[in-house]
Antibody
Framework: QLQLQESGPGLVKPSETLALTCSVS?????????WGWIRQSPEKGLEWIGS???????FYNPSLKSRVTISADTSKNEFSLKLNSVTAADTAIYYC???????????WGQGLLVTVSS | EIVLTQSPGTLSLSPGERATLSCRTS???????LAWYRQRPGRAPSLLLY???VRAAGVPDRFSGSASGTDFTLTISRLEPEDFAVYYC????????FGPGTRVDI
């Protein structure tokens, strides 16, 4: 059974980089699937951030693309999110997700609240 | 960019009743690229339907979906206690966008 677990700091200072990791168990990320990040805030609702395929191809939300990097580490069986130059508007619950399709997510992590504040 | 509009914002029903939720797209889309999720309080969203009407693994048959032009409908035939939640439609083209959600309340 594929399971996902987000980890990372719950508090990030404005202008710094938000860095999160999603650990994958029950499946090898090098075997396939699209591995993605989605966030949720009261102001913006659910917002797709982007995803990475096991081939290394990446797909980003155009509105965040200039600040986002998503990558996969097959040796650790995890993938990560980096979001640069954060502001209070980036405060949200961050979820990692996965699916065999690039179009939606069947598997979700439990979510991690990240607050941007000094 | 395609915008998703969901209605109603809130639906107040009782267990056992039928729920009909709407998602309207700002342009014609390929129905194969539309999905529905349920989000229970304090939990991550859970995929219910993909390709507008195909139930995801483990989803009970009380959930069904249909499409007509730019109008997509999620129907819950008989509400169970766990169905009182927020429902989102989601579209994919080269990017993924979510609707604002419909809350189903008791």
């Amino acid at each position: 059974q594929l399971q996902l677990q987000e980890s990372g700091p719950g508090l990030v200072k404005p202008s710094e980089t938000l860095a999160l990791t999603c650990s994958v168990s029950g499946y090898s990320i090098s075997a396939g699937f699209y591995w993605g990040w989605i966030r949720q805030s009261p102001e913006k609702g659910l917002e797709w951030i982007g995803s990475v395929h096991q081939s290394g191809s990446t797909f980003y939300n155009p509105s965040l693309k200039s600040r986002v990097t998503i990558s996969a580490d097959t040796s650790k069986n995890e993938f990560s999110l980096k979001l640069n130059s954060v502001t209070a508007a980036d405060t949200a619950i961050y979820y990692c997700g996965a699916d065999s399709s690039v179009r939606w997510y069947f598997y979700w992590g439990q979510g991690l609240l990240v607050t941007v504040s000094s | 960019e395609i915008v998703l509009t969901q209605s109603p914002g809130t639906l107040s029903l009782s267990p056992g009743e039928r729920a009909t939720l709407s998602c309207r797209t700002s342009q014609d889309i390929d129905s194969r690229f539309l999905a529905w999720y349920r989000q229970r309080p304090g939990r991550a969203p859970s995929l219910l339907l993909y390709r507008a009407s195909v139930r995801a693994a483990g989803v009970p048959d009380r959930f069904s979906g249909s499409a007509s032009g730019t109008d997509f409908t999620l129907t819950i035939s008989r509400l169970e206690p766990e169905d009182f939640a927020v429902y989102y439609c989601q579209h994919y083209d080269t990017s993924i966008t979510f609707g604002p959600g419909t809350r189903v309340d008791i």
